[in-house]
Structure formats: structure tokens, C-alpha cells
């Protein structure tokens, strides 16, 4: 047989392995006949995009645009030029004392060096992505509990305030080196850094203009060793480190890529901030593993306004196969004319929170593209079910998959003790499988983190918190959070930050942060508070004082209701359902009103853990009921019309 043969007959074989079919839910079972460990997958991010290097080192990789404004001066680079940058940021890391049990910080707005400094970090140590938007205090927090001594950030031409955070946080915690990030393209000299006393400050750029690329100075990451730290918003308002493999992220991002709905020449449109996990796994990692090129937005991402307007040229300039977003991301394009040739789209992904049957609708007669709906949580690495584009199921949160496991729970209130429950039932949702964190970190000794899953996997099951039901199939169908977080444009918010920042004033003796739904950004924060008698502190006054407390700009309620006492159940607990049946009536009524209607009874009430709204009318002959049903739309919970 002639050698070429024999190769193309191995690499046949290899990619048959590697790339099971996987297009319907009957192929999971023949997917997992073969254990995962024979699957040859790569050991680490760092071999991932080193096989990409070698299988197409000339393929377009990423594409950086510097503003939604500007979509033809983008910066590209291949595979091989990507890893080649990898290699310089990580020997600089390496030639910084950065070890493998190493922490290294990353501040910064998504920009092209950033997906270079934190693919290089994870190979040199481990990565530390932190939200610039957070607290100072939080920030700090964050950086000293994940014992951070390298830190990159976004530099002055970039944010100018989050520059000087980084460097009063790089202060804090006696950081040995900051390096600070341009713009994406920039050009010319820079503006001067100035100085930080027994802290090294320089450019990325300037940092690495002498250091080569051509291999790794470390040794190369093993799957079992620590890729990253990423901060989740936690139960308690204090903020978490969850700690990740890279077995964890690379079999995830196996996962997400096992999707035949893909081409290996599709392009993906990524918007997501770096810091939050899915932008990682599902747009960074997933398509490196297939060789897919990445199409990034500007630093703002889907916060920036102009992004919805402008997105459907973007999806024609670079032929844009897949969009990956949050519910509320596909509720403002359902909003937008589609200007432009988006015949090259495929599907859209969408996660972070419960997609909306009228989003989905209103998106899908939009434009004709369908939405590809999953759910995760950083504790299980990113993703851990999907749907299929071919066989979608509305209302659902799609099929586990590969190798991981679902179930429903019962936990006992006394014992603690978990009992699993019958499919279809439901119930606190379990996973287990290569996707479950190895735990929290919650200290370091000697240089090394300590972890700890603070009781939350169980003989390897994860509790997520949230309730479901799985039916037969490993189908997941999310009915409720079994914790209060506020999910504001796919952002957790935990309301105990909006409630521990309220409780430190003088005059709070009480307060309940709640979200309340928005037909833009899913849900905003609002408060109740009970206050001492005689005080007369006003709702601005609450306001103010939360402003300047929370752990971000997103927390600050946007109301604050004075009431005479906050809702308990039957036996004395707190409870937060009337608030937030409350304030969705509060929400429909404001819905309504912007399309002046008026004179429509609005009521509110929960079934099996969902808000579902019915509304009414005296007059109901002179209502225009179909401005009603286009006004509620957006929302996210049920509504009844009386028709």
C-alpha cells in the first residue's frame, strides 16, 4: 500500500474517532459506546491550538474587529501566527516566574491581544479573567483569593479609568509585573504608563518585542493540571473563584463542537466578555478544535448600542455561519430590519438564561434562521445540554451531552441527604461527568490553590441550584432557580450584593433585591426595604447609597420600594415570590403603557416555579388586543389573553 494511502486511511480513521456523528439524540448512545479517553482528544488548550497550527497553519483563526464602526480593518491572524503569539506572551509569563501553578490576571475589555494573553496564560499558569466593570474592592478580592502576582490589563488608550483600577489593584495585592493592552490596531506611540513602586509596568506589545515564538520555554500544560479561575457571582454576594482543568475545557469544548450542523469552514460571530466562560469554550476553544475561524466584535461586545444595527453587514462582509449569544441579544435583532445578505447563517446559539417562546418566534420569522438553545454553568465548566438545529425542542434546554450525566434531586431539609427522582419529575438538577469543577478556590498554601466544592458535588454530582426535569432522553426542562439570581442581559447579578449594600445604611432594617422583567436586558435589579420609624430617607437617598456600594455599575437597583414588611412563607421564611410577582405586574403595566394602552386588568401568579401573567379588561371590545400580544413579547414569562 503507498504511504499517502496509509496516511489518508489514519487520518480517516482519526477524524471518524474524533468526530463521531452526532445530528439527532439516538446517536448519543453509540456516541459514549466509545470512552472518551479513546476519543485522542488534545491534552490541553495549548496542544489544542497547537494541532490547529499544524493542520492549518494558514487558515484564518480569529478576526478582531476594532468597533462595530469599522469592519473592514479588522486584524486577522492564522492559526500559526496565533500560536506563534501564544508562545512569545507565554515566554515572557515564563521568563517572569510565572510557574504552572502560577496565577495571571486579566483585566481588560475584549481586544485581539487579550485572546492572546489569556490562550498564553493558560499555558505558561493559569489564567484569572476578572470583569474591569467590578468594584474595586471586588476586583481586588477577586485577584488576591486567586493569589495573582502578573497582571494584564486593559491599558490607557483602551479605558483610561480601567487602567488606573488595574493599577491601584496591581498596588493592592504586591504584584511583581502589570502589562497594559492597546487597542485592537492600534498604531504610533503609545501615551506613557508611568510608574508603580516594586511593580514592573510596561506594554504587552513593547514586553515581548524581543522574545521569540517558535516553541515553549514551559513545559507543556497536562490535562490534569489547573487552565483557569473564573469568578461566578456565588449565593452569598461575596464573590467565587471556580476552578478549571483543562480536561474540563477541553472536553466541553469537544462537546460543543460535535455538531455536524457545522462545517469545518463555518465562521463564528463571538460578542460574549472573555472574563465570562462561554466565551472561552464555545467561541474560542470549539472552533479552534474543528479549525473554524472566529469573527470577535468590538470591546463593548453586544453592549455596545450600535452593535444590533450594524451586525447583519457583519454577518455578509465575513459569511457568518453561527451567532452565539443571550436571549436578549436575539430579542433586540428581532427588532432590526435585515438589511444585508445573511444567507450564510446557519443558527444561532443561545445560553446564560430560559430563551422566551416569543424571542425565539419573533427572531426565527425575523430572519428564517433558527435558534439553537443549551444550558450550563461555569461549575460545569461551560455547557452541559444542547439542542439540535435539526430536531429542536421548544421549552427545553436540549439533550446532555456526551458523558455527562442529568438527573433530578430531592434534598432532604434535615438530613441533606439526595434522593434522585423518577424522569419527569421535578427537582433540584445534578450533573456529573469530565465537565464537573474540581472546586472553589479558597486558598493558597505554599504557592499552590487550595479548592474546595463547599458542598456543592455529592459523590461526583454537581447540585446546580437550579430546578428541572430530565425526561428519558437526558432532556433537561428548566422550571425555576432554586437561587434568586438576577440574569440582566445573561449577566448574573446575585442579589444579596444589591442587599448587603442596602443593609449598611442606617436607616435599613430590612432589604430583598429582586429582579424585575425588562424587554431588553431580560431583567433589571430592584429592591424592598423596610426602614426604621422616622426616618426620612428618600428613594434617591437608597439609591445613592447602593450606587456607591455595589459590586458593579449593573447591580444598582433601579427602584427602591419602602414597605411596612418584607413577604415570609407559612412557617416564617423569607420568600421573594410576591416581590417578584409584583414587580412583574409592575413590568406589564409599563409594557402597556408605552403603546398607550390603558384601562387592562393585569394579574400575576405562579405555576410550578413560573410566573405566568392573565390580563383583562371590562371593555374588552375596545381593546386592541394585538398591540398587547406584540407589547409583551419580549418577555420572558407566560401570559394569557382573555380571547
Known amino acids: 500500500m503507498e504511504p499517502a494511502m496509509v496516511r489518508d486511511r489514519a487520518g480517516a480513521c482519526e477524524r471518524s ?4 456523528r452526532f445530528e439527532t439524540r439516538a ?3 453509540e456516541v459514549e459506546a466509545v470512552p472518551l479517553e479513546k476519543r485522542g482528544l488534545p491534552a490541553s488548550s495549548y496542544a489544542a491550538l497547537e494541532r490547529a497550527a499544524d493542520m492549518w497553519a494558514d487558515r484564518e483563526a480569529v478576526t478582531v474587529l476594532p468597533s462595530t464602526e469599522d469592519i473592514d480593518n479588522a486584524q486577522t491572524r492564522t492559526f500559526s501566527t496565533l500560536l506563534t503569539d501564544v508562545r512569545r506572551v507565554a515566554n515572557l509569563l515564563t521568563a517572569s516566574g510565572v510557574g504552572r501553578e502560577s496565577s495571571v490576571g486579566l483585566m481588560s475589555p475584549n481586544n485581539a491581544e487579550l485572546i492572546t494573553a489569556l490562550l498564553a496564560a493558560q499555558a505558561a499558569g493559569i489564567a484569572v479573567p476578572v470583569n474591569p466593570s467590578l468594584a474595586p474592592e471586588h476586583v481586588t478580592h477577586l485577584l488576591r483569593r486567586g493569589a495573582v502576582r502578573h497582571l494584564i490589563a486593559a491599558g490607557p488608550e483602551v479605558d483610561p479609568q480601567m487602567w488606573d483600577k488595574a493599577r491601584a489593584a496591581a498596588a493592592e495585592i504586591g504584584a511583581e509585573a502589570i502589562w497594559a493592552l492597546r487597542p485592537t490596531g492600534a498604531t504610533g506611540r503609545p501615551p506613557e504608563l508611568g510608574t508603580l513602586a516594586g511593580v514592573k509596568v510596561e506594554y504587552l506589545s513593547h514586553a515581548i518585542s524581543g522574545i521569540g515564538g517558535d516553541t ?7 490535562a490534569n493540571n489547573l487552565a483557569a479561575f473564573f469568578h461566578t457571582g456565588g449565593t452569598t454576594g461575596v464573590p467565587k473563584l471556580a476552578a478549571h482543568l483543562h480536561a474540563n475545557e477541553i472536553a466541553d469544548a469537544w462537546m460543543m463542537a460535535l455538531n455536524d450542523a457545522v462545517p469545518d469552514d463555518a465562521v463564528f460571530f463571538a460578542a460574549l466578555p472573555l472574563f465570562h466562560v462561554n466565551a472561552l469554550i464555545v467561541t474560542v476553544l470549539a472552533p479552534m478544535l474543528r479549525g473554524q475561524h472566529v469573527v470577535w ?19 455578509e462582509r465575513y459569511e457568518v ?17 435585515v438589511d444585508a445578505d445573511i444567507s450564510s447563517l446557519r443558527f444561532g446559539l443561545v445560553g446564560a438564561s430560559p430563551l422566551p417562546a416569543a424571542v425565539r418566534d419573533a427572531f426565527q420569522n425575523r430572519t428564517g434562521v433558527p435558534l439553537c438553545e443549551g444550558y450550563g454553568l461555569t461549575e460545569a465548566t461551560c455547557a452541559t445540554t444542547r439542542n439540535f438545529v435539526s430536531d429542536p425542542r421548544p421549552g427545553w434546554v ?10 433530578a434531586i430531592e434534598i432532604d431539609r434535615e ?3 439526595w434522593k434522585d427522582l423518577p424522569p419527569n419529575t421535578v427537582g433540584n438538577l445534578a450533573i456529573s461527568g469530565p465537565t464537573v469543577f474540581p472546586g472553589y478556590v479558597i486558598g493558597n498554601v505554599d504557592g499552590r490553590p487550595v479548592l474546595d466544592t463547599l458542598g456543592k458535588v455529592v459523590d461526583g454530582w454537581l447540585d ?12 433537561v426542562q428548566l422550571r425555576g432557580r432554586a437561587k434568586d439570581v438576577i440574569i440582566r442581559g445573561g449577566h448574573n447579578i446575585d442579589p444579596a450584593t444589591i442587599e448587603d449594600a442596602l443593609l449598611t445604611h442606617p436607616a435599613v432594617t430590612g432589604a430583598a433585591a429582586v429582579g424585575r422583567p425588562h424587554p431588553v436586558s431580560g431583567e433589571v435589579p430592584v429592591a424592598y426595604v423596610t426602614i426604621d420609624n422616622g426616618s426620612s430617607v428618600t428613594e434617591d437617598d437608597l439609591i445613592a447609597w447602593a450606587a456607591s456600594r455595589v459590586p458593579e455599575p449593573a447591580a444598582i437597583p433601579k427602584s427602591i420600594t419602602r414597605v411596612d414588611e418584607l413577604p415570609v412563607t407559612a412557617v416564617g421564611k423569607p420568600t421573594k415570590v410576591p416581590l417578584r410577582l409584583t414587580e412583574t405586574r409592575i413590568a406589564v403595566r409599563e409594557a402597556l403603557s408605552t403603546f398607550g394602552i390603558q384601562n387592562v386588568a393585569v394579574s400575576s401568579s405562579l405555576s410550578d416555579g413560573d410566573i405566568h401573567v392573565r390580563l383583562s379588561a371590562q371593555d374588552h371590545e375596545h381593546v386592541d388586543w394585538d398591540a398587547v400580544e406584540f407589547a409583551l413579547q419580549p418577555f420572558t414569562f407566560s401570559w394569557e389573553l382573555p380571547r
Not at 436540549?398 to 438527573?407: A, C, E, F, S, T
Open 17 to 20: 474517532l474524533l468526530w463521531p
Open 27 to 29: 446517536d448519543l448512545k
Open 216 to 222: 515553549l520555554d514551559a513545559e507543556p500544560p497536562e
Open 297 to 315: 466584535a468590538g470591546p463593548l461586545g453586544y453592549r455596545e448600542p450600535q452593535i444590533y444595527e450594524r451586525l447583519w453587514r457583519i454577518v
Open 321 to 337: 455561519a453561527v451567532l452565539s449569544g443571550v436571549p436578549t441579544t436575539y430579542a433586540a435583532l428581532s427588532r432590526v430590519a
Open 398 to 407: 436540549g439533550q446532555r451531552l456526551p458523558y455527562q450525566r442529568v438527573k
Open 415 to 417: 438530613t441533606g441527604k
Open 464 to 475: 446546580t441550584g437550579d430546578l428541572a426535569c430530565v425526561d428519558e432522553y437526558g432532556y
